[in-house]
């Protein structure tokens, strides 16, 4: 459980390319809408983010975690962030962290129980990316499978760009390696799904 | 955990125009310009694509916004913009790719701008090298303290 009160950190895992960015977006916008005061954190890896500067072009404030990778060069640096935000923010309500594509995501587990989150308390959610189901056999078997075991949910994203069968054997995979994991499949371009709206912020909503 | 794999590159590419070409003219020209960056790089069975993103910034906040994972799928792109006609764009590109250097990708970038500019519209294309991309710090942290998240001592406006 999270204690005193502490916002919630939702961490949106999954490889480069797969939504995470448009999902942050959705979910500033939707936490918008139930007035709710959410900390954006950015990790690039690159000399320049795109992610943050479009952020900031939208109005918003970003902390950005430059100079390396979160799981490795920067998890000191996550962990003084988070602890930042704590420390200055009473009113938060979420934490919404945006690690590189290419992280470690249980590297990030430690920075982030660290400030005081036990590891059931990390709302992780792994945005898996259906057009490249042969790319994530071939290429990228661990980072799948350290994602999905560390995932509290799946979101299958751009439904719309493949067969309802490549769809389902995204859901079939992810349930391979965590059965029972509960799968979201939807075109985060439109607007997310009212079932994942009651799981991501039920509490509030409901 | 593939940040060895997947090493970014970015490119600063300034566009202009000696008239003012709609949004959309712009959209499908710089399109144009990272398909067929795509497309060269694709060529090479040992380069994997991570992701190529760009932002096209067209002022202070207006911009297009660009994604490409691979050379099978379409480029994505998402105009954020309120403005009709321009003759000038700022974009900054990074590139994820595996097995390429930041040289090779440079070059096929420079042929990709250098085919849309013999394509007409009278744009001109450059790729600015050696130049520092600033970036704006925005640590939140009070004057005269040591920034809880960089380490460093610098003031908000740094």
């Known amino acids: 459980m999270i204690k005193n009160n502490r916002p919630e950190v939702i961490l949106f895992t999954g490889f480069l390319g797969s939504g995470k960015t448009t999902m942050l977006l959705k979910t500033i916008e939707m936490a918008s809408v139930y007035q709710k005061k959410c900390a954006i954190i950015i990790n690039e890896i690159g000399e320049v983010g795109i992610d943050n500067r479009q952020m900031r072009m939208l109005g918003y404030d970003v902390l950005d975690l430059f100079g390396g990778c979160v799981c490795c060069t920067m998890k000191v640096t996550l962990e003084a962030t988070i602890n930042h935000l704590l420390e200055n923010n009473d009113d938060l309500d979420y934490i919404l962290f945006e690690p590189s594509g290419v992280a470690d995501p249980l590297a990030l587990y430690e920075a982030i129980t660290n400030c005081g989150y036990a590891e059931s308390d990390i709302q992780n959610i792994f945005i898996f990316d259906p057009t490249r189901i042969d790319f994530y056999q071939k290429h990228l078997k661990t980072l799948f499978w350290d994602s999905v075991n560390l995932a509290k949910y799946v979101v299958i994203n751009k439904i719309d760009e493949v067969s309802k069968e490549r769809t389902e054997e995204a859901a079939e995979m992810a349930a391979s390696i965590k059965p029972g994991i509960k799968s979201f499949k939807m075109n985060l371009n439109n607007e997310l799904t009212s079932e994942f709206s009651q799981y991501l912020m039920g509490k509030e909503v409901s | ?158």
Request: hydrophobic share 35%; proline share 1%.
């Open chain 2, 1 to 158: 955990m593939y940040q060895e794999e997947f090493l970014p590159v970015v490119f600063k590419v300034e566009l202009r125009s000696e008239q003012c070409l709609s949004v959309e003219k712009w959209q499908k020209l710089i399109n144009t310009i990272l398909r067929s960056y795509v497309d060269d790089i694709s060529k090479n069975e040992e380069c994997l694509i991570g992701h190529i993103k760009a932002l096209a910034e067209i002022d202070k906040a207006n911009f297009i916004k660009y994604s490409c994972i691979n050379d099978l799928n379409h480029i994505n792109s998402e105009v954020h913009c309120k403005q009709n006609n321009i003759n000038k764009i700022n974009m900054i590109i990074n590139s994820l790719v595996s097995n390429i250097s930041e040289n090779e990708s440079c070059q096929f970038l420079e042929k990709s701008c250098l085919l849309a500019e013999k394509a007409g519209d009278q744009i001109n294309i450059e790729i600015v090298k050696n130049e520092k991309i600033t970036i704006k710090k925005t640590h939140h942290h009070k004057e005269n303290e040591v920034c809880p998240i960089c380490g460093e001592h610098h003031l908000h406006k740094d």
